[in-house]
């Protein structure tokens, strides 16, 4: 079975659908079925939606190395974290930067939470 065609809220060929479905409509899909010779339309809805707990702020010591995701092409990127005395670790392909140094800059928003802990550099 092919997915041919993925559809948005409010796009042409959706109108029925938000109207049956309202807000919790989140896409319609078009699925193929060569073999039987059919077409399916499928919609994925939110059935049900929980606040979250507030998650604790991870404090991170300013003197820490953190992993920093910098996409192939971003050369301005890269140049500031090589810049920050930054270190490319082509083994996870990531560069890794003592935070203090990209407080405050593009870089923060780049720092990877969950990519584990590297002690003493790259």
Do not use: F
């Amino acid at each position: 079975m092919v997915t041919r065609l993925k559809l948005k809220p409010g796009q042409k060929g959706t109108k029925a659908l938000v109207e049956k479905y309202g807000d919790a409509l989140v896409c319609v899909r078009y699925r193929y079925d060569e073999t039987n010779r059919t077409r399916l339309k499928t919609v994925e809805l939110i059935v049900e939606k929980k606040e979250l707990p507030a998650v604790p702020q991870q404090k991170v010591a300013d003197n820490a190395l953190v992993p920093v995701r910098i996409s192939y092409g971003e050369r301005e990127l890269g140049k500031m974290a090589k810049t920050m005395g930054g270190k490319w670790d082509p083994d996870v392909k990531l560069w890794y930067i003592q935070h203090d140094k990209i407080k405050g800059t593009e870089l923060e928003k780049h720092i990877i939470l969950d990519a584990g802990k590297k002690n003493g550099g790259a």
